[in-house]
């Protein structure tokens, strides 16, 4: 841990495959544990806890998680691990199953203790030199951008890569980065001493004691509770996932929401589910990859979002739009507790009332 606190603003990484062999029932998903293992080692960081079914594999890390579908890795970290370190591995991992990489996206928030990031993340600026270094050739429609909000502090960073231009039949994504939690609600992330419990039963308990098992009533759910505090899970809904992390210490607490959304998710109702588990002072919600289908267009997903979060007391402060060649367009939303404002300096909290 960094000696100011734990950064849980997360790296997230996604590597798309394709390969010649039609059958792409099992595809990465025959990848051995060992040789995953060793990618996540030169990240820093380990499985804790895993559960698959019969779309995908899913494992809860030290440090947030990791999918794997048998086309398709997504990978995301916290804290000071070394995230980038895994994109070579995982291309020669693919390549030994006979699975060319397509495409590359990379996206994070803006650390919360930017100075305690190692090599190769200690600027945006060196994320992308170590990208462009270790991706090949053929991905050639690249775009980098940091899409701001009114705070320079809460910035949205966004690298892809691809072999051709983004078409837009996938199905989107959200993720949902929320700071400084009502402090009652991350008591609950908390373990008593000698609770007498391992990180799966007391993950199970934290799960449905705050609400996280209602989010998405049909997931399966694969959670851990850290000790003293902190708490993971992964759900599984048929080929969705959907993905929850806390850092609960006062002063630097942080958790996210990110999930798949598809024309039958409510995805509005479950953001709005989330950040109710959490009473955060700071919602950003950024979205990717809605397709042209009306019902899923990215400014319909958002302002639905967008509505439901105010329900909750959240004012709208900022949302601003780019669009990558090889990731579609992008849509960053920051949301604030009515009645509290920033100065442009995280954390500095001034009382508007
Ligand atoms: C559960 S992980 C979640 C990461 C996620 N990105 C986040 O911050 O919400 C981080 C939390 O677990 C706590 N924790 C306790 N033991 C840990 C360990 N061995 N590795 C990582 N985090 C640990 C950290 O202090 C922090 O509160």
């Known amino acids: 841990m960094a000696v100011s606190g734990f950064e849980g603003f997360e790296k997230r990484l996604e590597l798309q495959f394709t390969g010649h062999d039609p059958v792409m029932g099992t595809g990465l998903r025959l990848l051995d544990f060992e040789s995953i293992e060793q990618v996540l080692h030169l990240v820093q960081c380990t499985v804790v806890s895993a559960l698959g079914n019969q779309h995908f594999d899913s494992y809860v890390l030290s440090e947030s998680s990791l999918f794997v579908y048998p086309t398709k890795i997504i990978i995301k970290t916290c804290g000071t691990t070394q995230l980038l370190k895994s994109v070579q591995p995982f291309i020669n991992l693919a390549r030994t199953l006979n699975l060319d990489i397509v495409s590359v996206r990379y996206t994070r928030g803006s650390f919360i203790f930017p100075q305690a990031q190692p090599h190769p993340h200690t600027s945006f600026h060196e994320e992308i030199m170590y990208l462009e270094d270790n991706i090949p050739d053929h991905l050639c429609y690249r775009k980098a951008s940091v899409i701001p909000s009114k705070l320079t502090s809460h910035s949205w960073h966004v690298f892809s890569a ?162 990558l060649p090889a990731a579609g367009r992008w849509c960053f939303r920051r949301l604030q507790l009515a009645g509290k404002e920033y100065n442009n300096m995280r954390g500095a909290r001034v009382h508007a009332r």
């Open 162 to 323: 691809g072999a051709m231009e983004y078409s837009g039949d996938v199905p989107y994504t959200v993720e949902v980065c929320m700071t400084e939690l009502d402090q009652t609600l991350a008591r609950k992330f908390f373990r008593y001493p000698n609770d007498g419990k391992n990180g799966d039963s007391a993950g199970k308990e934290m799960t449905e004691a705050t609400g996280i098992n209602r989010i998405n009533p049909n997931s399966q759910i694969c959670d851990f509770a850290f000790d003293p505090c902190g708490y993971s899970m992964n759900g599984l809904d048929r080929d969705c996932y959907s993905t929850i992390h806390v850092t609960p210490e006062d002063g630097f607490s942080y958790a996210s929401f990110e999930c798949i959304g598809s024309v039958h998710t409510d995805m509005a109702e479950m953001v709005k589910k989330a950040v109710k588990v959490f009473g955060p002072t700071t919602v950003s919600v950024a979205t990717t990859g809605a397709c042209h289908v009306p019902a899923v267009a990215i400014e319909t997903v958002t302002m639905k979002i967008k509505t439901a979060v105010e329900q909750l007391g959240m004012k709208y402060r900022s949302c601003s739009m780019d669009e």
